[in-house]
């Protein structure tokens, strides 16, 4: 059983969806947003098995479950709007 289940609202899923279409994000970005999308276990969700997105989306398991993790611990908001990280000199 996993640990960080992914169950998106309907209003998340269609704000994930126009992200996607809207072609102005990083690629890494895109990615977060489509693993969301197909680990989803919602009513709509196709709620995809870790290895499975892993293998659609040319990711490792690890970085599947990393975005389950940030989801459920830092909330919706925070998979999409990841700050960059800077090197302290």
């Known amino acids: ?5 992914v169950s998106l609202s309907q ?3 269609q704000i994930l969806k126009r992200f996607i279409s ?10 977060r ?6 680990a989803d ?3 709509e969700g196709p709620g995809w098995p870790d290895e499975k997105i892993s293998q659609a989306l040319d990711v490792t398991v690890q ?8 989801l459920v ?5 925070a998979v999409l709007n ?8």
Not at 22 to 31: E, H, I, M, V, Y
Not at 82 to 89: A, I, L, N, S, W
């Open 1 to 5: 059983m996993k640990k960080y289940i």
């Open 11 to 13: 209003k998340e899923s």
């Open 22 to 31: 809207s072609g102005k994000r990083s690629a890494q970005l895109f990615t």
């Open 33 to 38: 947003a489509r693993i969301l999308l197909k």
């Open 41 to 43: 276990q919602g009513e």
């Open 63 to 70: 970085t599947v479950e990393r975005v389950r993790k940030q």
């Open 73 to 77: 611990e830092e909330g919706f908001d």
């Open 82 to 89: 990841r700050q960059k990280y800077t090197q302290k000199v």
